[in-house]
């Protein structure tokens, strides 16, 4: 089987559900696997030389000239969805989604062979446009470098993310503070990027005050690659991931979770879903009632060590490269002729 993927650059979704699954399918399985990151290209492509064409959501401002291509050659192509494609209105990318990836998207899903996504809750969403759907778990490929970093730091509670989630920040407001001053703890927020008035808010949302007057409790890491920002875990031990309870975010993924076991932390986050799709592990905290209070308790247990491995194993049995690769090639091979 020879398998194409498309991808417009290497962002995180990229990384994580085309570049490093297939990669893997390559060197498992001695499958070919060519990758196109150049969209200009995709037009001149010598499409009928594979049996399957692979990319995520949706192909840009080409889908309307690709697909017809595909349909022309008959060859078949599944879509990965990793993210729900309709944003609330904060979300920085609001507009541009409404205007021209909401359709785009589902016009992909429609025309599809085979979607392939994250969670059951993203799955009902999409097979409202293409019944033929397959939970495809996010993996990790603990073998890469940017998992395997070590480096020493002060007790830290640590979160990774994007400038998306400013409100999810906000229900960490005024609790974070005094368990650090109480326990002598830094708190670590990953992904930053100096002077982005999304960055300075959610900033805000945890100290309380801008990042002139940044307390010594509060430090930051810059924005960095997909197959860098791994290495932001090195320096945490307990992490933090708070959501709200909106739509979107219910059709996310459990993404975070895997990242922290895959450096052995436990993780508190908010009980909603799709992050209680992990209710059976045990590495996990589940917060009510947006109370944070419990990471105090967890740090004088002095067993966040201990409960970072059961993260892990959980992980390690549910959230498996190779084991969901088994998966990934059955549905690119069940559509093939």
């Not at 975010?249 to 975070?256: A, P």
Request: proline content about 4%.
């Amino acid at each position: 089987m020879k398998i194409l993927s498309l991808f417009d650059g290497m962002n995180g979704v990229s990384f994580h559900r085309l570049y490093t699954p297939l990669a893997r399918l390559q060197v498992d399985y001695g499958i070919q696997v060519d990758v196109s990151q150049k969209a200009k290209e995709w037009a001149d492509l010598e499409f009928e030389k594979y049996d399957v064409v692979v990319f995520n959501r949706w192909l840009g401002g080409l889908q309307y000239n690709i697909l017809p291509i595909l349909a022309k050659k008959k060859i078949p192509f599944v879509v990965d969805v990793d993210d729900y494609w309709v944003v609330p209105k904060y979300n920085p990318a609001h507009k541009f989604y409404r205007a021209y990836i909401k359709n785009a998207v589902k016009d992909a899903m429609y025309y599809a062979d085979a979607v392939m996504t994250t969670t059951p809750q993203l799955a009902g969403q999409v097979k409202e446009y293409n019944e033929n759907v397959h939970i495809i778990p996010n993996a990790l490929d603990l073998n890469q470098s940017q998992w395997k970093a070590e480096k020493e730091h002060p007790f830290t509670l640590g979160w990774v993310g994007g400038l998306s989630h400013v409100e999810d920040l906000k229900l960490l407001s005024e609790q974070i503070a005094p368990i650090c001053e109480k326990y002598n703890a830094r708190f670590l927020m990953c992904g930053y990027h100096n002077g982005a008035e999304e960055w300075i808010a959610m900033e805000k949302s945890i100290t309380g005050t801008t990042p002139d007057k940044r307390p010594d409790w509060f430090d930051v890491r810059q924005g960095t690659r997909a197959d860098r920002y791994g290495e932001y875990y090195s320096e945490i031990d307990i992490a933090l991931a708070p959501l709200t309870r909106t739509n979107f975010n219910r059709h996310k993924s459990e993404l975070k979770i895997v990242e922290a076991a895959a450096y052995k932390l436990p993780i508190f986050v908010s009980n909603v879903e799709p992050y209680t799709n992990h209710r059976n592990n045990l590495g996990c905290f589940f917060v009510n009632n947006n109370d944070w209070s419990e990471i105090g308790k967890l740090i004088e247990s002095g067993k966040s060590k201990q409960i970072g491995e059961i993260n892990y194993n959980y992980c390690k049995e549910h959230h498996d490269i190779k084991t969901i690769n088994e998966k990934r090639l059955a549905v690119l091979q069940s559509v093939c002729k």
